[in-house]
Nanobody
Framework: QVQLVESGGGLVQAGGSLRLSCAAS????????MSWFRQAPGKERDFVAA????????YYKDSVKGRFTISRDNAKNTVYLQMDNLKPEDTAVYYC????????????????????WGQGTQVTVSS
């Protein structure tokens, strides 16, 4: 059974940095892309960033462009989210998820396209 395990969350002051990791294990699975989503208190879960496994193409939510960087290590089956210049509005539970089928740009935002999800890691940014 495929498992995605996030780590690296925590409490940081505004302007600080965190690096999230998402390690995939437990079996062979079809994967086209891995993404990060987040859910802030009282809000719906939404897309943050995606990276394709083979080409390494990346896509970002506008509000994190220039501050967040998504990357992957195929050998380790791990995806990272480097978050710099964090803002209080970045406070949320961050989830990683993998999708088996093609997506590009806004097409990577749709959550039903993802078949495996991690349990989430809390990121809190204080002002």
């Amino acid at each position: 059974q495929v498992q995605l395990v996030e780590s690296g969350g925590g409490l940081v002051q505004a302007g600080g940095s965190l690096r999230l990791s998402c390690a995939a294990s437990g079996g062979i699975f079809s994967r086209y892309a891995m993404s990060w989503f987040r859910q802030a208190p009282g809000k719906e879960r939404d897309f943050v960033a995606a990276v394709t496994w083979s080409r390494g193409d990346t896509y970002y939510k506008d509000s994190v462009k220039g501050r967040f960087t998504i990357s992957r290590d195929n050998a380790k089956n791990t995806v990272y989210l480097q978050m710099d210049n964090l803002k209080p509005e970045d406070t949320a539970v961050y989830y990683c998820a993998t999708r088996p089928h093609y997506c590009s740009g806004y097409g990577c935002w749709d959550q039903p396209g993802y078949n495996y999800w991690g349990q989430g890691t809390q990121v809190t940014v204080s002002s």
